[in-house]
């Protein structure tokens, strides 16, 4: 009911812009010219009181006594409270309401398109975004022409030899650098030598070379969420169109209360076509795409699957009240998604659905049930671990915060029983998965005590045995932490600048090794970075053959072992 609500307020707005438009032109019209200046006020002309003979309708009032924490209140007009969106007497008022406004503003519709044309106009044309390689492709969005959406597209990936062939001059180039070089552009080389490496010894990660999809490879639209809206609100319409033809029935659809809510809502919309596509999330072998459209501005989404190839539905009727979360089976078998409660429209409930293998024509499960949050206080989200081993279901109030995990690499089939919590909920605690890297989980920890954040590792098979990889202090805030393949990157902020400091994640746990991979993004240069690097290695080294060496299993907490490593900016 809200957005049927705006057209008041859009009235208001118009009538402001139209006054101050009117004004602005007024002021440089020339004043030696009286019939001149007639005819330029007469084109500019507002209306401001109702046409003759247009009226605004009157609501009814009806008092009705409510009991509230201040007392007694009674309420004129409570019965156009209606959350069922459904009431034919509160429809009736809007649609009246809507149609009085259009009858006032259209006198002032052409201006209105006039300035939206001119601010439109001094709007830079937004560039393509960055393409993101996910598996086997390179998915990237572009606006087209007179379309409200960003289409979703992708190309192929090239096979990384064709990647690593470079052109003869390229190479050519490349070599006279080298030869050039000093001392500093020699250690560069060096290290981007070693960073190749590491890269390319990496599962799953891009040739060296690879730089983006080529314009070469054929283009495939994954997502069309212009056509997705057309289609959602063309049956809109007809269900709208066969309710009025049969009468409209309260409850007796047998739907249940959130697909109902999301019907009678999109229905009362129709003339608005309102539409929103969300979600878009592609199958890990690249065949299938979940996502979400909501035609009653409610953000209660009803899911839908295709196959990219062909634009067919899996599913067999879009299943009603999701929120926009959707998470892959790590076989491409099943999707995992949250849904609404009806009543609170907060994310309650974590379920999964069968679809049987994205290559065959299975048929699909019912849905099963994984995971319900009864306390109104908290939220769910949905979202997978960096490395994608890891489904993490979050629980978040305004002050706490819990995750629970589940394995998605395991043989048994999702159960509500899979779920790992890594740590208990505790009011005032707000945890955060934000990792994991081959036997490790990372946890951000916000609490009372910590308020500045501490970073935490566990094991994969024991994640309540945590490790403080990174303490509190109270000079420093940890922002963010992402984890890659062979590097740990923090986001610190202290004395009101938020700098990044790399770590590489150690190929073994000597101080040698650690010692090296550490430095910060505020350095002058890389090259001085390098140095600095080098610098720690040799003090490393030196130190190590003073001591006994002592034999320790390979663990991301060495890093914080190490109290004398050294930052490039220091």
């Known amino acids: 009911m809200g957005p049927l609500q705006l057209h008041r307020t859009t009235l208001t707005v118009l009538l402001l812009s139209c006054i101050v438009f009117v004004l602005a032109t007024a002021s440089s019209l020339p004043v030696s010219n009286d019939q001149e200046d007639s005819s330029q006020t007469d084109a500019y002309y507002c209306i401001t009181t109702p046409p003759t003979g247009v009226q605004p309708p009157v ?12 007392g007694q209140v009674v309420d004129e007009f409570h019965w156009l409270r209606d959350d069922s969106h459904s009431d034919p007497e509160v429809l009736g008022y809007l649609t009246a309401e809507n149609a009085y406004s259009d009858a006032v503003l259209a006198q002032v519709q052409p201006l209105a398109a006039q300035l939206a044309a001119e601010m439109e106009g001094r709007l830079d044309k937004p560039n393509d975004p960055v393409p993101v390689r996910q598996g086997a492709w390179w998915y990237y969005e572009r606006q087209e022409e007179g379309q409200r959406f960003w289409l979703r597209y992708r190309r192929p990936a090239q ?29 560069t080389t060096k290290h981007a030598d070693v960073a190749k490496e590491q890269h390319a ?50 409850d007796g659809s047998g739907s249940s209360g959130s697909s109902s809510s999301s019907s009678s809502g999109g229905g009362s919309n129709a003339d ?18 979940a996502f979400g459209v909501d035609v009653s501005g409610s953000e209660q989404y009803q899911l839908l699957v295709r196959r990219i190839s062909s634009g067919r539905t899996v599913l067999p009727a879009p299943l009603p009240g999701t929120s926009g979360d959707y998470e892959w089976a790590a076989d491409s078998a099943g999707l995992f998604y949250l849904t609404r409660d009806s009543t609170t429209n907060r994310p309650w409930q974590g379920w999964y659905i069968g679809l049987g293998n994205s290559s065959s024509s299975g048929g699909t499960a019912a849905p099963l049930l994984l995971w319900q949050e009864d306390n109104p206080a908290f939220y769910l989200s949905l979202s997978r671990s960096s490395s994608g081993r890891f489904l993490l279901l979050s629980g978040a109030s305004e002050v706490t915060r819990q995750v629970l995990l589940m394995d998605l690499q395991q043989q048994a089939p999702p159960s509500a ?13 707000q945890q955060q998965v934000v990792g994991h ?82 430095y910060n993004s505020t350095a002058a240069s890389a090259a001085e970075a390098v140095a600095e690097a080098q610098e720690a290695r040799a003090a490393a080294e030196q130190k190590q053959q003073q001591q006994q060496p002592q034999q320790q299993q390979e663990h991301p907490a060495s890093l914080q072992r190490q109290p004398n490593l050294r930052s490039a900016s220091s």
């Open 201 to 250: 010894a990496g599962v799953g990660s891009l040739a060296w070379d690879e730089v983006g999809p080529s314009p070469d490879t054929p283009e495939e639209v994954v997502l069309d969420p212009n056509a997705e809206c057309e289609h959602a609100l063309a049956v809109l319409a007809v269900e709208a169109h066969s309710s009025s033809m049969h009468g409209t029935t309260s």
């Open 159 to 187: 096979p990384a030899q064709q990647q690593q062939q470079q052109p003869q001059q390229q190479q050519h180039k490349q070599r006279n650098n080298k030869l050039t070089a000093g001392r500093t552009g020699a250690t």
């Open 59 to 70: 609501a009814t009032r009806r008092p009705r006594t409510l009991s509230t924490a201040a």
């Open 272 to 289: 608005a076509e309102h539409c929103d596509v969300y979600g878009s999330s592609v199958s890990p072998d690249g065949a299938l795409v």
């Open 417 to 429: 029983d899979a779920w790992l919590a890594p740590a208990p909920r505790v009011h005032g605690v």
């Open 437 to 518: 890297w081959q036997s490790w989980l990372f946890l951000l920890v916000v609490s009372p005590d910590t308020p500045n954040g501490q970073l935490l590792v566990a094991p994969v098979h024991a994640p309540q045995q945590h490790t403080v990889l990174l303490p509190h202090r109270r000079e420093v805030e940890l922002e963010d932490v992402r984890i890659f393949a062979h590097h740990l990157v923090l986001a610190e902020r202290q004395l009101g600048h938020t700098t990044i400091t790399v770590y590489c994640l150690p190929a073994s746990s000597s101080a040698a090794d650690v010692a090296a991979c550490r």
